[in-house]
């Protein structure tokens, strides 16, 4: 396979290690199971538990995993096509999947800052209104 086409896959099977990472990790659909894991990781006696659940509260840790279930899944290596392909391929993934996520991140709070922006401006006019009345 080309470099081009290398990139090119990196780029796309990044996009669903990303979603998962963060779906998991991040969004309300698991958040009961993730508080779980955060009562086990915080509580836990053993060193090997609290890190094994710390890694579903974690999306960099858990952007780990996902990584090498999609290049078990996809066979994707990276420069090379021996061993050496698949450990580049495990980090590169990684890192473009979390600077997916840091991207997502960065847009989600500043559509919240709008979010809370466009309420106070509209709280103040209905305030200026009332007192014009």
Known sequence: MSLGSQIIYLFII????????????QEEIFREPREYCQKV??????????????????????????????LILTKFQ????????????????VWVANWYMSLFSYLRQNLKVEKIEAKMKD???KEMENEEQ
């Open 14 to 25: 990044a996009i669903p290690v990303a979603c998962i990472a963060w779906t998991v990790t």
């Open 41 to 70: 990781c915080g509580s836990a006696k053993s060193i090997a538990k609290r890190k094994f659940f710390y890694l579903f509260t974690c999306e960099y840790c858990f952007s780990h995993y996902i990584s090498l279930l999609f």
């Open 123 to 125: 709280k103040n006019l």
């Open 78 to 93: 990276l420069l090379y096509d021996d061993w050496r392909g698949y450990v580049i391929a495990f980090f590169a993934l």
